[in-house]
């Protein structure tokens, strides 16, 4: 009976295989396919220790890294903490205050912008590239920017979709601070800070640790944040913009948002990507003296629902400081999402992901992928016939997939901003660029 079980199982994972596979090439609503990803996904779970992994992967071909195989980011690690790495120099007006990682000056690699002293935002130039990062020093207030009230919790992100990266902060007592980006993606200059603004109506009585996001996939950002109130203690805390990508309109403070639940004494600092590469956004927090928590997202993109909170997962290291705040960033430039951290007094720890460091053969980049940036078409030129295409943003949500290729795509339809472009060879070979978006 048990041979006869695991034997329907098979069967259905085959069939489901290529119904997934049929739905892309003939690009089926995304809401669809992902419904096919989902089945695919527990009838693996159901199957492994009955196939093995190779007989797993080779059954998906060119979907294994969809589910995690071939060096997919389930298999991510995480390797122990370097203190201020990339020639990253502690600012002596550093104190406590999160940070945000943007491409702020348009010259496509990562820069930084992190809470100082009294509230003043400290801007450390990427001076290197997107895959030899190096730090510049510090510089206050740049760009007409101006100190918030003793915090300053930084989230970044292109807010009113006019192409530039705007910024927000989180203060003591509350308030949350915006500074619209009147520059352009190149030369950045801020206009002066507006509080609470689009509706926004912080009800902490402490402070806000912002991060942006399109938690419920419809094309907008909004706004998960750590909380923390009198008398309440810390929280996780959801704006949802219920306006537009041009003009965002946020709803009143959701506590506890899709299940996720305070686990920490003091705090809760948010940051959020698609770690496991299923579709939708997880969340991870950094909470009091180091520890890590990780809420897995178990539901959809549309329809988030978090797990239970894994403590300190994937080899992540705690301790390295009283308190710590991350950010999910690719900052080496080499597909996966590290960690970058700051520290009590202003010191950056660099978390590395090693999941591809194992199996670098498997990153073949056999295939030229250009050009970059781009305006609407990329081109793939190379030797191998391409059987999977995925774009991902820089939080590592799929936003577009295709199989089987002809030369080129067009992805006019994607905003601006930075992608990454994989693409899978019939042998199973993996290529991967980061390009731009005009």
Do not use: C
């Not at 030369?187 to 509706?199: E, L, M, T, V």
């Amino acid at each position: 009976m048990k041979h006869n079980y695991h034997s329907r199982k098979v069967r259905q994972l085959d069939r489901l295989i290529k119904e997934m596979k049929q739905a892309m090439k003939a690009r089926q609503p995304k809401a669809f396919v992902d419904t096919i990803r989902q089945k695919i996904a527990v009838l693996i779970s159901n199957l492994r220790g009955v196939l093995s992994t190779r007989q797993l992967a080779h059954k998906l071909g060119a979907l294994a890294i969809v589910f995690g195989f071939s060096g997919a980011v389930n298999a991510q690690q995480f390797a122990a903490p370097i203190e201020n790495p990339f020639g990253f120099a502690i600012d002596s007006t550093s104190y406590i205050g999160g940070f945000g990682v943007a491409d702020l000056d348009g010259d496509g690699d990562y820069d930084l912008l992190m809470g100082g002293y009294y509230g003043a935002i400290q801007y450390v130039e990427n001076t290197g590239t997107a895959s030899s990062p190096a730090f510049g020093p510090s510089q206050t207030n740049p760009f007409g920017l101006s100190s918030t009230y003793y915090y300053a919790f930084i989230t970044t992100a292109d807010l009113d979709d006019d192409g530039d990266i705007d910024v927000l902060v989180g203060e003591y007592y509350g308030d949350l601070v915006y500074f619209e980006n009147t520059g352009t993606a190149t030369n950045p200059s801020f206009a002066a800070a507006q509080a609470n603004p689009f509706g926004l109506n912080s009800n902490s009585s402490i402070l806000d640790m912002p991060s942006f996001v399109d938690l419920d996939d419809d094309g907008d950002f909004d706004i998960i944040s750590g909380s923390i109130a009198y008398g309440v203690g810390p929280a996780v805390v959801y704006y949802e913009n219920t306006g537009t990508a041009q003009n965002p309109a946020f709803a009143a403070q959701v506590t506890s948002p899709f299940g996720i639940t305070a686990n920490a004494a003091y705090f809760q600092n948010p940051t959020v990507a698609d770690i496991d590469g299923d579709g939708d956004y997880d969340v991870l927090t950094a909470e009091n003296y180091g520890t890590f928590a990780f809420y897995e997202n178990t539901g959809t993109a549309q329809n988030p629902a978090f797990a239970a909170p894994q403590v300190n997962p994937f080899g992540l290291i705690d301790n390295v400081s009283d308190f710590i705040f991350p950010e999910f960033v690719d900052i080496d430039n080499d597909g996966d999402f590290d960690v970058l951290g700051s520290g009590y007094y202003g010191s950056l720890w660099f978390f590395e992901n090693t999941q591809f460091n194992a199996s670098i053969d498997e990153l073949a980049n056999n295939i030229a992928i250009g050009p970059n940036p781009f305006a609407s078409e990329v081109n793939f030129s190379g030797d191998a016939q391409l059987d999977l295409l995925e774009v991902m943003d820089m939080t590592g949500k799929i936003v577009h997939s295709q199989i089987s290729l002809n030369g080129s795509v067009n992805l006019e339809h994607l905003k601006k901003g930075v992608y990454l472009i994989q693409v899978v060879d019939t042998e199973g070979n993996i290529s991967r660029q980061k390009l731009e978006k005009q």
